[in-house]
């Protein structure tokens, strides 16, 4: 039993007692519903008291699944960017040093998972789930992977996530994320404050000899009213070569081929940066 009723959707994440290596994912609307189908599962013997309690109970955020596969280069973080490291530092507020990390830390490619036999189930129609899931509670074992884009207006959001959680790893725990890593997210449509997001419009920083004002921007009116917007949710990470990173073998991710004009897979950058380091004499930059 939770200590207090929430009105959310919510997930339970619990060790299979029957194998240890996976997990069981329970899907409720609220915490009502969640406890009667814990109780449920234990009856048929899929959940028992000790998994129960290592077990996770976490909100379920709405929206698309994707896996974001990154590469961090300390070998770039050492370079200088030119006016580019200076004008990032300004805008995000951000001293040098920072502003390079996060220049260094490359967007890869995007890729989701294709799960049996939850996908299976979701292609049914609606009337049909409702009766099959009286009978049977989905597993979700990763079978597939496909390759993803993200609206380009989206990506500054993606980044601005992956940056705080690469530097807030080399501040907790250094030397920080090395190399290849991902992150799972969900990018939902809510409102801005419900996540501790204040939206802010920043008209003092100026790059170029011209100083700008609001009227430069063209802005004449704020909503008073409450701010919507995507908004990426990081609900899972990956300190390796992701699983799903096998769809760009052969061809390359779509950001990583347009960032280096050529077919550049993890693997591919994974040796690059070994190569780099090897040349410049600096290997011990790149391993731990």
Same mark, same amino acid.
């Given at each position: 039993?939770?200590? =207090?009723?929430?009105?959310?959707?919510?997930?339970?994440?619990?060790?299979?007692?029957? &194998?240890? #290596?996976?997990?069981?994912?329970?899907?409720?609307?609220? *915490?009502?519903?969640?406890?009667?189908?814990?109780?449920? =599962?234990?009856?048929?013997?899929?959940?028992?008291?000790?998994?129960?309690?290592?077990?996770?109970?976490?909100?379920?955020?709405?929206?698309?699944?994707?896996?974001?596969?990154?590469?961090?280069?300390?070998?770039?973080? $050492? *370079?200088?960017?030119?006016?580019?490291?200076?004008? #990032?530092? !300004?805008?995000?507020?951000?001293?040098?040093?920072?502003?390079?990390?996060? +220049?260094?830390? =490359?967007?890869?490619?995007?890729?989701?998972?294709? =799960?049996?036999?939850?996908?299976?189930? &979701?292609?049914?129609?609606?009337?049909?789930?409702?009766?099959? +899931? &009286?009978?049977?509670?989905?597993?979700?074992? @990763?079978?597939?992977?496909?390759?993803? *884009?993200?609206?380009?207006?989206?990506?500054? $959001?993606?980044?601005?996530?992956?940056?705080?959680?690469?530097?807030?790893?080399?501040?907790?725990?250094?030397?920080?994320?090395?190399?290849?890593?991902?992150?799972?997210?969900?990018?939902?449509?809510?409102? @801005?404050?419900?996540?501790?997001?204040?939206?802010?419009?920043?008209?003092? @920083?100026?790059?170029?000899?011209?100083?700008?004002?609001?009227? *430069?921007?063209?802005?004449?009116?704020?909503?008073?009213?409450?701010?919507?917007?995507?908004?990426? @949710?990081?609900?899972?990470?990956?300190?390796?070569?992701?699983?799903?990173?096998?769809?760009?073998?052969?061809?390359?991710?779509?950001?990583?081929?347009?960032?280096?004009?050529?077919?550049?897979?993890?693997?591919?950058?994974?040796?690059?940066?070994?190569?780099?380091? +090897?040349?410049?004499? !600096?290997?011990?930059?790149?391993?731990?």
């Amino acid at each position: 039993k939770l200590k =207090e009723f929430i009105d959310e959707p919510l997930v339970l994440k619990a060790e299979n007692p029957r &194998r240890k #290596f996976e997990r069981e994912f329970i899907f409720a609307a609220d *915490s009502g519903d969640l406890e009667e189908k814990v109780e449920k =599962e234990m009856e048929k013997g899929n959940l028992n008291k000790e998994v129960l309690e290592r077990a996770t109970v976490e909100q379920l955020v709405l929206g698309p699944q994707a896996n974001f596969n990154f590469f961090f280069s300390p070998l770039n973080a $050492e *370079s200088e960017w030119g006016d580019l490291d200076d004008a #990032f530092a !300004k805008i995000h507020g951000l001293s040098l040093e920072e502003a390079r990390i996060c +220049l260094a830390n =490359e967007l890869l490619s995007i890729d989701e998972r294709r =799960e049996t036999i939850f996908d299976g189930v &979701r292609r049914l129609p609606a009337d049909v789930q409702l009766k099959l +899931l &009286r009978k049977i509670v989905p597993s979700f074992e @990763v079978t597939f992977h496909a390759i993803l *884009s993200v609206r380009e207006s989206l990506l500054k $959001e993606v980044l601005r996530c992956a940056d705080a959680f690469l530097l807030a790893t080399r501040e907790y725990e250094p030397p920080g994320i090395i190399g290849a890593w991902a992150f799972q997210a969900v990018i939902t449509w809510d409102r @801005v404050d419900k996540f501790g997001l204040r939206p802010t419009i920043k008209l003092d @920083v100026s790059i170029g000899t011209e100083t700008k004002t609001p009227e *430069s921007y063209g802005l004449f009116d704020i909503s008073g009213k409450a701010i919507y917007a995507h908004i990426p @949710v990081m609900h899972d990470i990956a300190f390796r070569h992701g699983g799903g990173t096998n769809v760009h073998i052969g061809i390359g991710g779509q950001y990583s081929n347009a960032k280096y004009n050529r077919r550049m897979s993890t693997g591919d950058r994974i040796a690059l940066e070994v190569r780099r380091a +090897l040349r410049k004499g !600096k290997l011990d930059l790149i391993v731990t």
